[in-house]
């Protein structure tokens, strides 16, 4: 699978600039995001790429008076486990009681839950408020013998740490094939079963059998066209956790939840980022 590498350079660079900005690019079909001291650099599939469609959703960018400027080049094979060692990745601890690490770290903390993460080009690896906040959810909550379901599973550390939990069985579901074989090599890692992985989108969930909680991390707009198919296959007093989102878009993302029938439980946020849990 070939990946373009894109540099994107934003004026002024900050904080919430650059975490806009990767929602936007998400949003266009990139994925790996990197912080950067004058931006960041984003991966997108070279056959998923769209000029045009990036240069729209630049001029849309929702944030005023910022600039944002990019070049890219193909980008050369790595040892992508070494890249986010060097770049990113370090371990990191949730709540006090679940450590995420991969499998290159030494002297790592101990604590109830040990996740172990290799992943390559694949998002999720506890450091985004977003799934942090979901992994808080999951540690805050009874999970044990009961079905879930993850959306946009991406590396399935969200599954794996409901598994750890008690959950079962678990189905974890991601659009890109790359997340779908590393999620295979997670879950192998951490030696859990009774965790399914499938290619696909929320089309996959025709006709499928209730889940007791659904959690999907993954952006606003998709959360917004796919919630009523989330919505088919839960039961009365089946949990939604979503997030991928800012508190900003809480009453839309509620609004729509509601129409469908959800009942809003609460939101935990942090640096702007949301989780939400409705309840049905």
Avoid at 186 to 211: M, T, W, Y
Avoid at 265 to 271: G, R, S, T, W
Wanted: proline share 4%; hydrophobic share 40%.
């Amino acid at each position: 699978m070939k990946y373009l590498e894109f540099t994107f350079h934003t004026t002024p660079c900050t904080e919430i600039v650059n975490d806009v900005l990767s929602a936007v690019l998400g949003e266009t079909g990139f994925e790996s995001f990197v912080e950067q001291t004058d931006g960041i650099a984003a991966y997108i599939q070279k056959d998923l790429y769209n000029e045009t469609v990036l240069k729209e959703a630049l001029a849309d960018f929702p944030l005023p008076d910022t600039q944002v400027e990019y070049a890219y080049q193909e980008a050369e094979d790595k040892d992508w486990n070494e890249e986010w060692e060097k770049n990113f990745f370090q371990p990191i601890i949730i709540g006090d009681r679940c450590v995420i690490h991969s499998t290159f770290h030494r002297d790592i903390p101990q604590a109830e839950y040990d996740i172990v993460i290799n992943p390559q080009m694949a998002f999720g690896t506890g450091h985004h408020e977003t799934t942090s906040l979901i992994i808080g959810e999951l540690l805050d909550n009874d999970l044990q013998g009961k079905s879930l379901l993850d959306m946009g599973c991406g590396t399935s550390i969200l599954a794996i740490l409901a598994r750890m939990r008690g959950a079962a069985p678990c189905t974890a579901v991601d659009i890109d094939e790359w997340c779908v074989r590393n999620s295979l090599e997670n879950i192998e890692l951490n030696g859990v079963d009774r965790i399914s992985v499938f290619q696909g989108d929320a089309s996959l969930l025709k006709d499928q059998e209730p889940f007791d909680v659904i959690i999907a991390n993954i952006n606003r707009n998709i959360l917004l066209n796919d919630m009523k198919r989330y919505v088919s296959c839960m039961h009365p007093g089946s949990e939604l956790y979503m997030s991928g989102f800012y508190v900003d878009d809480i009453p839309v993302i509620q609004a729509e939840a509601e129409h469908n029938g959800l009942r809003f439980v609460h939101h935990k946020e942090k640096n702007r980022w949301a989780a939400v849990k409705f309840v049905l």
